[in-house]
């Protein structure tokens, strides 16, 4: 029993098929109209016995949907019913009826305390699109089944609301210059997730975040407040419409794709941003800001590049960041056996152009941050038995007086090489290539003379593009790929 004295039933969820078939109704109030509705909904063909009725009641008799016999119970009404209820407002008659519907063996709902004694309840129930949920505790509380069921139904209408939402800024529309400011380092985007993380509407998120592009990527509500507000949290809101971009749905899901691709870079095809996506997923689950339904995109996303990479590989002259820093390096500083050059960095970029300055036979001096750089990798392979002189970026102040070339590649939201350090490199002709999105390389030395040179990622990016005929046709295959396996999705 329930410490209120109610009674306890165990029970087992059924899903009834009704449909043309007969059910009895006894009672023309509330209640009664509630169990009408019910039955109706499921295609019953509805018998009701009262003398009176409530309007709503008297409306579907005068249409002809229910069967109204306007007079007290009978016993033979239960006679060829597949169900009754039993729901008038006198517990007396509710309990004739349920003996009744007991004798002739037809299940009986009553809907008083005689309710333990019949054979079935009702739960509560909600009914969004083709979903049925029905909420039922066991006949301990109707108000604690009516609450849940309205919180079901706002989860359940919210999350068939939500959509993919992509909302960002990258080299494609905006400068590195003016868009330094928006790039996180990791504590930031820890907090900017964790303000996204209590936007009501937003289900889940990831941050993409490279040299390239700052994106936020969610699983929101269709809700132009809930778009409003991310782009103020991350400060989107501060760009004119032309210098960010905001798709959602289909839109999304191919600016993804394409950007896995390598499609969306101005570095057409290039193959990191698939390891920083990766990374961008990963932090989200680490973090909690995902769950399902990103894991599930994210890995769609994946899958469908590789299959738009197959389709697209014939036309795209690939070039990835550090070749395409080396290849600048050789043109415009020279490089050979001779040349001193200080690599700042030890992620992607930083040990591609280790590796590819070390084949060159340059002198290469590698700053790392904390972690020792590991050599052992496939890309150190060709040079085994030849290390580059590693030194922490505390040290970088003493490799700059030897340095002729200088590449940064490094994660931090202020400069590593610093204006401070200037004297180690003027009147001596230093190439400085900063790759880093904020800039790593002081702005100090774009203007200062003295023989030093400084380009940044988008000098770089507009010195390697070639206008090219087979860019509109790369799009074009790689949209129908999209498209398709899109489709094959929904």
């Given at each position: 029993m329930h410490r209120e004295g109610r009674p306890h039933r165990n029970t087992i969820p059924l899903n009834l098929i009704i449909d043309g078939r007969k059910a009895l109704v006894v009672g023309g109030g509330r209640v009664g109209l509630r169990k009408t509705k019910g039955l109706l909904d499921s295609g019953a063909e509805v018998e009701l016995v009262c003398p009176e009725a409530v309007d709503e009641l008297k409306a579907l008799a005068e249409e002809g949907r229910i069967s109204w016999q306007r007079r007290a119970f009978a016993p033979g009404d239960v006679a060829g019913k597949l169900v009754v209820f039993a729901c008038t407002d006198d517990k007396h008659v509710n309990r004739a009826v349920l003996d009744e519907a007991r004798l002739a063996r037809v299940p009986c709902c009553c809907a008083d305390m005689n309710w333990s004694d019949g054979d079935f309840t009702t739960p509560a129930v909600t009914r969004i699109g083709e979903l049925t949920v029905a909420v039922s505790t066991s006949g301990q509380s109707c108000a604690a089944a009516r609450d849940a069921k309205k919180e079901i139904e706002s989860a359940l209408g919210e999350r068939r609301d939500l959509e993919l939402l992509v909302i960002g800024t990258s080299d494609a529309v905006l400068p590195s210059r003016k868009r330094a400011p928006y790039h996180l380092p990791p504590e930031e985007r820890a907090e900017l997730g964790a303000l996204?993380?209590?936007?009501?509407?937003?289900?889940?998120?990831?941050?993409?975040?490279?040299?390239?592009?700052?994106?936020?990527?969610?699983?929101?509500?269709?809700?132009?407040?809930?778009?409003?507000?991310?782009?103020?949290?991350?400060?989107?809101?501060?760009?004119?419409?032309?210098?960010?971009?905001?798709?959602?749905?289909?839109?999304?899901?191919?600016?993804?794709?394409?950007?896995?691709?390598?499609?969306?870079?101005?570095?057409?095809?290039?193959?990191?941003?698939?390891?920083?996506?990766k990374d961008s997923l990963a932090e989200a689950e680490e973090r909690k800001w995902s769950a399902g339904a990103v894991r599930f995109t994210g890995a769609e996303v994946l899958r469908v590049s590789k299959a738009v990479r197959h389709e697209v590989e014939g036309l795209l002259r690939v070039t990835e960041i550090d070749q395409l820093a080396v290849r600048y390096l050789g043109v415009h500083?020279?490089?050979?056996?001779?040349?001193?050059?200080?690599?700042?960095?030890?992620?992607?970029v930083g040990r591609g152009a280790?590796?590819?300055?070390?084949?060159?036979?340059?002198?290469?001096?590698?700053?790392?941050?904390?972690?020792?750089?590991?050599?052992?990798?496939?890309?150190?392979?060709?040079?085994?038995?030849?290390?580059?002189?590693?030194?922490?970026?505390?040290?970088?102040?003493?490799?700059?007086?030897?340095?002729?070339?200088?590449?940064?590649?490094?994660?931090?939201?202020?400069?590593?090489?610093?204006?401070?350090?200037?004297?180690?490199?003027?009147?001596?002709?230093?190439?400085?290539?900063?790759?880093?999105?904020?800039?790593?390389?002081?702005?100090?030395?774009?203007?200062?003379?003295?023989?030093?040179?400084?380009?940044d990622l988008d000098d770089l990016k507009l010195w390697h593009r070639v206008k090219t005929g087979t860019l509109k046709e790369v799009l074009a295959r790689a949209d129908e790929v999209i498209k398709a396996e899109y489709k094959a999705m929904a």
């Open positions: 996204m993380g209590r936007v009501r509407g937003v289900r889940e998120f990831f941050i993409l975040n490279t040299c390239s592009r700052v994106e936020i990527v969610a699983v929101a509500a269709h809700d132009p407040l809930v778009a409003a507000t991310l782009r103020r949290l991350a400060g989107f809101d501060r760009l004119a419409e032309s210098e960010r971009f905001e798709m959602r749905g289909f839109d999304a899901f191919r600016h993804l794709v394409r950007v896995a691709s390598g499609l969306e870079s101005s570095l057409l095809g290039e193959f990191h941003i698939v390891s920083q996506l500083g020279g490089v050979d056996d001779k040349t001193n050059v200080l690599v700042v960095g030890t992620g992607m280790v590796a590819a300055l070390m084949r060159l036979g340059c002198r290469v001096t590698w700053a790392y941050h904390v972690n020792v750089p590991d050599l052992s990798g496939p890309e150190f392979a060709s040079v085994a038995g030849v290390a580059p002189k590693l030194v922490q970026l505390g040290e970088i102040g003493a490799a700059l007086a030897e340095a002729d070339i200088v590449l940064s590649a490094v994660d931090s939201s202020r400069p590593v090489v610093t204006r401070e350090m200037s004297a180690a490199v003027l009147d001596r002709n230093v190439l400085m290539v900063d790759l880093g999105v904020p800039r790593n390389i002081d702005t100090f030395y774009d203007d200062c003379g003295h023989g030093v040179t400084v380009a």
